[in-house]
């Protein structure tokens, strides 16, 4: 008499045998087979862990890969629009879709230092360039339009250091640059402009 058994149960089981039937011993194997335990000359107990049970199906999680941006053809190019505003006290790398409606993503130079004096460095311009490469990368973004703006307007029309890192940063990160903008803006008839500072500077 030998059961096999696949699923867990707990059984107790008295039968009344005749006493020429007889059960063999079987393994101590909790996990193949039936234990026997005689009890009060013609009962066995069969006490099983697993009997006659098939196994329960238990649902696997399925793995679905999730592909962010739109479905495209191989070396079809996606593009993206990069606004790089650098000023003196600051790197913004902000990347929206072509339409400009919809930001994908923005870091700045601040996200990547902790002194303040280092927002507006070549480095922390670059550290920001590659994490909106990867993140763009994510979003099946692999084209970037670039438009670089200074403070502009009444104040400096020259871009901060961390405008030539950023854009280097881009292209060497592997997205293709597209057209390559200044987009600096300049007052056709504004307010006074501030004045130098007077005096003697030593």
């Known amino acids: 008499m030998r059961l096999k058994y696949d699923e867990t149960l707990t059984l107790t089981l008295a039968l009344r045998i005749h006493s020429s039937l ?3 011993v079987l393994p ?17 107990v069969l006490k099983s862990d697993n009997f006659w049970m098939s196994k ?17 053809r191989e070396g079809e190019l996606v593009f993206g629009v990069a606004h790089i505003f650098a000023s003196f006290n600051d790197t913004f790398i902000h990347v929206t879709d072509i339409s400009g409606r919809e930001t994908l993503v923005r870091i700045t130079g ?3 230092v902790k002194a303040d004096r280092d927002e507006s460095s070549p480095y922390a311009a670059m550290l920001a360039a ?4 990867q993140r763009c990368k994510e979003l099946g973004i692999n084209a970037l339009h670039i438009k670089l703006r200074a403070t502009g307007g009444n104040k400096t029309k020259t871009p901060g250091p ?9 292209a060497r990160s592997g ?3 597209g057209r390559i903008e200044d987009v600096t803006p300049i007052p056709t008839d504004s307010t006074r402009r501030k004045s130098g500072r007077r005096g003697r500077r030593l």
Not at 162 to 170: I, T
């Open 175 to 177: 997205m293709k640059i």
């Open 28 to 44: 101590p194997d909790a996990n193949s087979w039936l234990r026997v335990k005689s009890c009060h000359g013609r009962s066995v």
């Open 110 to 112: 601040g996200m990547k």
């Open 130 to 133: 590659q994490d909106v490469s």
């Open 22 to 24: 007889t059960l063999p």
């Open 162 to 170: 961390g405008a030539q890192s950023a854009l280097r940063a881009l």
């Open 56 to 72: 329960r199906k238990t649902r696997e999680p399925k793995e679905d890969n999730v592909t962010l941006g739109p479905a495209t």
